[in-house]
């Protein structure tokens, strides 16, 4: 975590203590929750703006059991449940980012998406179609069939 602190220094990072994270084996979420808490007990509290994001439920009983991460955020900020259309926002800046174009009808396609997924599966939806992708411009194909989003986004 350290070099991720230092790439982030003078910014904010953002830590997500999604799904994944808390379905990690007890040992390995501890080893990253120590990690964390001795890098915040250690930085200057004014160089970087450090953002945990995750569940209410899980968020809560981590910083109700982990008395030295809960004094390194200064606010608690509970956000609005994600929604399609959310997601598609979030999921076509990641494959803008990752130098794709994303037109209006395929954002409008993306707005499919399970909010359930959360950040977490727009993001890896994101990228898988960049991976399968063999050209930077998505086109919208039949939606309305049986293929998986994933699937029936194809790039032009």
């Not at 494959?95 to 909010?115: R, S, W």
């Not at 194909?141 to 790039?155: F, I, R, S, Y």
């Amino acid at each position: 975590l350290a070099d991720v602190f230092r790439r982030a220094a003078g910014g904010l990072l953002l830590l997500e203590a999604g799904p994944a994270f808390v379905a990690r084996p007890d040992a390995e979420r501890d080893a990253v929750l120590d990690a964390l808490a001795a890098e915040t007990a250690t930085r200057d509290p004014y160089d970087t703006v450090l953002v945990l994001s995750g569940s209410a439920p899980s968020l809560g009983g981590l910083l109700r059991t982990r008395a030295d991460l809960a004094g390194a955020f200064a606010e608690y900020l509970r956000l609005p449940a994600w929604t399609g259309t959310g997601l598609a926002e979030l999921t076509r800046r990641r494959l803008t980012a990752q130098g794709f174009e994303v037109p209006d009808d395929v954002v409008a396609a993306l707005a499919a998406q399970d909010p359930a997924q959360g950040a977490y599966g727009a993001h890896r939806l994101a990228d898988r179609i960049a991976a399968r992708a063999g050209a930077p411009v998505l086109v919208a194909a039949d939606l309305t069939g049986e293929l998986p989003l994933g699937e029936a986004l194809v790039a032009r």
